[in-house]
C-alpha cells in the first residue's frame, strides 16, 4: 500500500463504485433507512396529533449517526495511513462483521421504539362486534409476521458474524438439500392456507350473514364531495330511488310517489342506537367513493349504478368510548376512503352510538325528506 493519503481517503472511500460493492452498500442503505425513518417520524405525528411531537429525539438520531460514521472514516483513514508503514492496526473485516450484529441490535430497539411511541396512534377497541374477530385475526397475522420477521433478521445478520473471512477457512459447496427446500416451502404454504382461511371464514361471517328483521335500516348516499344521509320513518321501510328523478329539490333521487318514502328522514349526522344491528345501504351519484367508519372496523364501496351494503352491530356508545379512550372530545365518524376528486377530504360526517331512549329523542326530532315542516315551535323559542 503506497498510496497518498489523500488519494487512499477520496478515492477508496467516495468514488462511486466503492458504494455498489456488498459493504459500502450495505452501510449506505442502512444509514439511509435510519435517516429516511428519523425524517418520516416527525411528519407521521405531526399529521396525527399536530400538538405531539417528538422533540429532539430525531436530531439526536441524526447527530449520533454521523458522529459515529465520522469516527470510523477517521479511523479507516489513521489505520490505512498506519498499514502503509507496515503496521497494522484493525481487523477491518472483523470490524465489519460486529457492525453488522450491532446494526441489527440498534435496528430491532429503534423498531420496538416506534412501536411504543406510536402506539397511542393505532385505533382504540373496536365498536362493533363484528370488528373484535377482524381484530384477532389482525393480531395473529401480526404476530406470525413479526416472528418471521425477526427470526431471518437475526440469522441474515449473525451469519454474517459467524460466516465472516478468516483465513484457511474455505466455504463448504454445498449445491442443494431437497429436505431443506421441502420444509421451507410447506411450512410457508401451510400458514398462509391458513391465514387465508381463516381471513375468509371471517369475511364470510361479516359480509354473508342474513339481516335481521328488526335490523335499522338506513341509506348513505354519496356524492362529491359530501354524504346525506336517509332514515326510513315510523314504517321501518327505505322509499324507492331513481337517479333520473335526482334534481335541484331531489338531490338523493327518491320516488315521491312511493308512499313508502314519503315519511323517510334526512339528517345531518348518522346516530345509532347501541347493541342493535344495523343495515347501511349506500349509493353514490357520481364516481366511486367509500363509506368508512374505522372504529367500527367498517368500511364498502359506494359505487354508481350498484347499490351496496354493509351489516354491522354497534356496540360500544359515544359516552363509553369516551371513558374507554379517555378522550372528552371523542366521536366517530364516517370518511369517504377512496381518493374520489379535490374535496375528498371533506366528505365526513359525525357518527353518535346512543342508547335506545337517546336514540328515539333524536328520531322524533328529524325532518322528513319531502315536506320538511317548518320548525315553529324551535323558531319561537329561539326567539
Ligand atoms: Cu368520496
New binding site residues.
Partial sequence: MKKAFLNSFFMNRLHLPALFQPRGFTALVGVLALFLAVLAEPAMAQAVAPTEGFGDGPKLVIALIALVWVILAGLKTFSASMRSQGVRLFNWNKVNAVLMVFFLVVFMLFVLWHFLKLMKFTLPVSASAHGVELDGMLSVTFWITIAVFALTQVLLFSFALAYRYKEGRKALFYADNHQLEFYWTVVPAIVLTVLVLYGTKIWREITQVQPAKDALKFELF?Y??GWQARYPGADGVLGGHDFRLISATNSMGIEETDSAGRDDLLVSEITLPVNRPVLMKLRARD?I??AYMPHFRVQMN?VPGMPTQFYFTPTVTTKQMQEITGNSNFVYELA?N?I??AA?FN?RMKVNVVTDTEYATWLSKQRTYFRRPEPAQELLSAR
Avoid: Y
Fill in positions: 354519496a362529491q364531495f364516481v367513493h367509500s359506494v369517504c377512496k374520489c376528486g375528498h366528505m
